[in-house]
């Protein structure tokens, strides 16, 4: 299994910048493809972005293109969100998960693995 742990959330005014990270427990970590989901208060959890194995490939919902930037570091473990031009409503809990199977990897439901979660919240 893979332990997941978020950092880096936190308060910024609307315009600015935030990078999170997750770090990843094991020695597979390239294994695994990343992504990156929210949820903000009332609402389920939705899709940011993702990366696979080796980095080659990046896919982002239509909000984060653009703006949000997803990258891995696989001899350190450890997957980032570069999130530029932040709005307020890209005000949530930011999840980092993982996926071993080959799952639909734009939805929650096709990852194996969860962080617990980073808040961010950008005031306007």
């Known amino acids: 299994q893979v332990q997941l742990v978020e950092s880096g959330g936190g308060l ?10 997750c770090a990843a427990s094991g020695r597979r970590f390239s294994l695994y493809r990343m992504g990156w989901f929210r949820q903000a208060p009332g609402q389920e959890r939705r899709f940011v972005a993702a990366i696979s194995r080796l980095g080659d490939s990046r896919y982002y919902t239509d909000l984060a293109k653009g703006r949000f930037t997803i990258s891995r570091d696989n001899a350190k ?25 080959g799952g639909n990897l734009y939805q929650a439901r096709g990852y194996d693995y969860w962080g617990q979660g980073t808040q961010v919240t950008v005031s306007s």
């Open 12 to 21: 910024v005014q609307a315009g600015g910048s935030l990078r999170l990270s």
């Open 77 to 101: 473990n450890t997957v980032f969100l570069q999130m530029n031009s932040l709005k307020p409503e890209d005000t949530a809990v930011y999840y980092c998960a993982a996926d071993e199977a």
